[in-house]
Structure formats: C-alpha cells, structure tokens
C-alpha cells in the first residue's frame, strides 16, 4: 500500500460526522451518506459492522454490512449480512484500501457468527474477495427483482459453512434497504 499506514477499526458514535462525510467524497453526492445515516438508526438493520479506515486520524474509508432475513424478518434464522455501502475518498481510491475494508469486514462477520454475505454492486470487483456472481441462481433472490442483464451484480458467500446451507429464498433487509429506490440501477 506504498508509504500509507492505514488502520482500520469500528466505527464508534462519535465517528458518526466523519462517516457521512467519507460516503458524500466517495460518491460525490449525499444518497449513500443519507442511507448510511438512517442505516446507522433503523434497529431492524442489528447487529450492523461498520469499520472506518484511516491514514493516521484522517478518515478516509467506510464500509457498512447490515442484517437480512430470508422471506421474512422472523427469529431462529441464522445471523446473514448485506454489504452496503463501501466508500473510498478519491484521493485514496485504488490503493487497496477497499479491498482492506471488504477482506476485514469479512474476518469479523466470521467471527460473529454471520453465515451469509449479500452485496449489489460492481460485476468485476467484489468476486475478487469471494464474493459469487447471480446469487438467485444459488437460491437467494433479492428483495426487487433484478434486470437479467444486471443478474451477475447481485451476489453472495458463505462465510462459516463452505456451502450455502441456508435456507433459501427471498431476501428481507433492513427496513431503510428495503425500499425499490435502493434496487434500480
Ligand atoms: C469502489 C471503491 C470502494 C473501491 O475502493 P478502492 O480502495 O478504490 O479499491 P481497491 O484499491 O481495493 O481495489 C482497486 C481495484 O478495484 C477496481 N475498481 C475501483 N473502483 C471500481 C469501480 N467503481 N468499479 C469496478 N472496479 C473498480 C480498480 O480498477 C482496481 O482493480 P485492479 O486491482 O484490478 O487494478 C472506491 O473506488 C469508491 O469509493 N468509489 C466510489 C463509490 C463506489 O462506487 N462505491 C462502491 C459501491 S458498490
């Protein structure tokens, strides 16, 4: 990561400001600040993981994984995540530190307890940390359908089990992802 000295932990209440403002640079616009906020508020959305990375106190990346349910937000279902959304400053995009976020994020997921990791996102980036294109076609459909042609983008690992044990079916998130504004390209 050339001269960098990144370190990355959990995000605590009071990173709260930086994190928005690490989601707005990122995209370039507040959605993903705004979704990051209410994601951070929406209790059906626990046990959230949100790792901040720095260079030295400067926050410079985010990454957020939230709860989903399978058909229906019901107890007894095995803990399952959905990455969204990760966020790199420009000036430190394509250094590895997404990779870093993603890699670390799943490491705790794994220690949690988490069995499942969904993410709607980049066709050639995410597979690079195991993450498996058309999760529908491993039975797990997500909560708006998704264009054929964009079937490769919705994807999914298993984390502790090595193979997708979990029941399946439809994907239930947070209540705050769990809207079509958050599904359509
Ligand atoms: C996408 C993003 C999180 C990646 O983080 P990063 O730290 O720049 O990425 P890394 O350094 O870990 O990985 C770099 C690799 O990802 C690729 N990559 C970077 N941004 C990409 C993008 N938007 N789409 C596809 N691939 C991308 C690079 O080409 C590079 O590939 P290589 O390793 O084959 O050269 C970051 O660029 C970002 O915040 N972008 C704006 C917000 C965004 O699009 N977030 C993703 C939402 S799904």
């Avoid at 400067?58 to 007894?76: P, Q, S």
Wanted: hydrophobic share 40%; with cysteine.
């Amino acid at each position: 990561m050339n001269e960098l000295n990144i370190h990355i932990r959990a995000s605590r209440k009071t990173d709260f400001n930086d994190i928005l403002l690490v989601q707005s640079q990122a995209f370039g616009h507040n959605k993903e600040a705004q979704l990051t906020a209410d994601l951070l508020h929406d209790n059906t959305a626990e046990p959230v993981l949100s790792l901040l990375a720095f260079d030295q106190q400067k926050a410079i990346g985010h990454i957020l994984f939230t709860r989903v349910y399978i058909n229906a937000m019901t107890t007894n279902q095995p803990l399952m995540h959905i990455l969204a959304p990760l966020a790199v400053i420009p000036e430190y995009q394509n250094q590895g530190i997404g990779g870093a976020l993603i890699q670390e994020g799943l490491n705790k997921l794994s220690q949690m307890g988490s069995e499942l990791v969904f993410v709607l996102g980049h066709m050639e980036y995410y597979p690079k940390w195991g993450f498996i294109p058309d999760a529908k076609k491993m039975g797990y459909s997500a909560p708006y359908p998704i264009p054929d042609e964009f079937a490769n983008a919705w994807m999914v690992q298993p984390l502790n089990a090595k193979e997708f044990t979990v029941e399946k079916g439809q994907v239930v998130c947070a209540n705050t992802l769990n809207k079509p504004e958050y599904w359509r390209e």
